[in-house]
């Protein structure tokens, strides 16, 4: 469904990453794991086979470590996984810049897991299971997904909906200000949220010293790492390029 | 030959009828509310109060939905009337300080978000338009629901508005989508699902 509506002016949700502040704690990755419903692993899952919708590898570049956090990059332009869906079961929202997956229309083919260039995707191999006692911590406003599914980071949808909400209850309307649960865990704040609508945050983007990983391929990734270190910079984009396809 | 063809024609309409009027039916199981609630004494000139006295919104604009026990407490700490409803209410309830499991017609799936803000704060929709005159009912109607899918009747797809079951409408996704292509919204699935 094309969005058409006058209610809400369009926003495009991007993320700039600090490569220099990122201490590689990962709790960026529990925090998403909590916020998104993305159950323990199960005890047959492998590196392949696990659920994370959040990874951080660890590099070394410029003498040092270097950690890159990988989210879903919310490709805006061509987006693979939409473009090789025969489901349409991934949406590019034109109204959030966030791109959707719908687990209502999932059949679990994986195509969109070989089109990413990122490998955000991952696949409920299991049905999801909580420790006893744990499922009363899930959070309500995001569903639990099904096994046969694929499932990627969405920017946080959920806080958006909650974040609609309370603005809508002051009678508000069009794009709302929220941040997603990585970005409020790191304890370095290396991960900074916003509206590319907005010059200030845009601005922040087009610094020299912020990239994108594989630019070149033309996707319109709209998650930005930022370092003053060409050396780290290379490794990165270096390392984006060899990741082998799981 | 003629006999029989007849009596297979009736008989064959005879199941069918049958059929058709009970499939609705076996469909759907009836469960009983905790209680009976009176919406017409409280918001009629006896109780005087608005839809917002019991039905309010929190600070994080989301909707509280049915009032907590402890709003009731208030007024029926005692039973100020005659009614057996009222004091079954104190007895059973407002005394042990039982909270009344209310079933909701309304009731979504877990994989659908709605959120009553935009529709009732922004929008300024009646509460009418999509839960009828609940408001001002003075009985509780029949909680229905699919024995297959566990949602109640309100929220199944079209068969049970063919059959003229749905009490009100706009609760159902054609509902919601109907009403939003009136309003020149499209949506895309997220915005709805969660």
């Known amino acids: 469904m094309t969005r058409t509506d006058k209610a809400s002016p369009a926003a495009h949700y991007a993320m700039i990453i600090d490569l220099d502040r990122c201490e590689g704690c990962g709790d960026c990755v529990v925090a998403c794991a909590l916020e998104n419903n993305v159950p323990p692993p199960n005890p047959k899952a492998t590196p392949r086979t696990g659920l994370n919708w959040l990874r951080v590898f660890r590099l070394e570049a410029a003498g040092r470590d270097v950690f890159l956090p990988m989210p879903c990059m919310q490709c805006g332009e061509e987006t693979p996984c939409q473009s090789v869906c025969p489901q349409k079961a991934v949406e590019l929202d034109p109204a959030t810049g966030i791109v959707g997956q719908i687990p209502e229309r999932c059949l679990g083919c994986r195509y969109c897991m070989a089109a990413c260039p990122y490998q955000a995707r991952v696949f409920n191999w299991w049905d999801p299971q909580w420790p006893a006692g744990m499922e009363q911590t899930l959070n309500p406003n995001v569903s639990v997904r099904q096994r046969g599914t694929v499932e990627k980071c969405n920017f946080c949808h959920g806080r958006w909906h909650a974040a609609i909400e309370k603005a809508a209850a002051a009678g508000g309307r069009g794009p709302v200000a929220y941040t997603p649960a990585c970005s409020e865990a790191c304890p370095a704040q290396a991960i900074t949220f916003g509206d590319l609508n907005n010059s200030e945050f845009a601005a922040l983007t087009n610094k020299p010293e912020s990239f994108r990983l594989l630019d070149s391929l033309g996707t319109g990734p709209k998650v930005f790492y930022k370092t003053a270190s060409t050396a780290v910079r290379a490794a990165v984009t270096g390392a984006a390029k060899d990741t082998p396809h799981a | ?194």
């Open chain 2, 1 to 194: 030959m003629l006999r029989a063809t007849l009596i297979f024609t009736a008989g064959f309409l005879a199941s069918l009828g049958a059929g058709w009027l009970a499939l609705p039916k076996t469909l759907y199981r009836t469960e009983a509310q905790p209680l009976s609630f009176n919406h017409q004494v409280h918001t009629g000139d006896k109780g005087n109060m608005a839809c917002e006295d019991c039905h309010s919104f929190r600070e994080n604009g989301s909707f509280a939905g049915i009032p907590k026990l402890e709003s009731c407490a208030g007024c029926h700490a005692e039973a100020m009337g005659e009614t057996a409803a009222e004091k079954q209410f104190v007895a059973n309830f407002v005394k042990p300080g039982r909270e009344p499991q209310w079933k909701v017609y309304a009731r979504q799936p877990d994989n659908a978000f709605f959120p009553h803000s935009p529709h009732v704060k922004a929008a300024k929709l009646k509460c009418e338009k999509c839960h009828g005159d609940h408001g001002k009912s003075t009985t509780l109607p029949l909680y229905q629901v699919n024995r297959i899918s566990g949602y109640s009747l309100d929220v199944m797809g079209r068969p049970a508005g063919r059959w003229g079951l749905q009490r009100a409408g706009g609760m159902r996704m054609d509902d919601c989508v109907a009403c939003h292509r009136q309003n020149g919204l499209s949506h895309s699935c997220l915005d709805c699902h969660k």
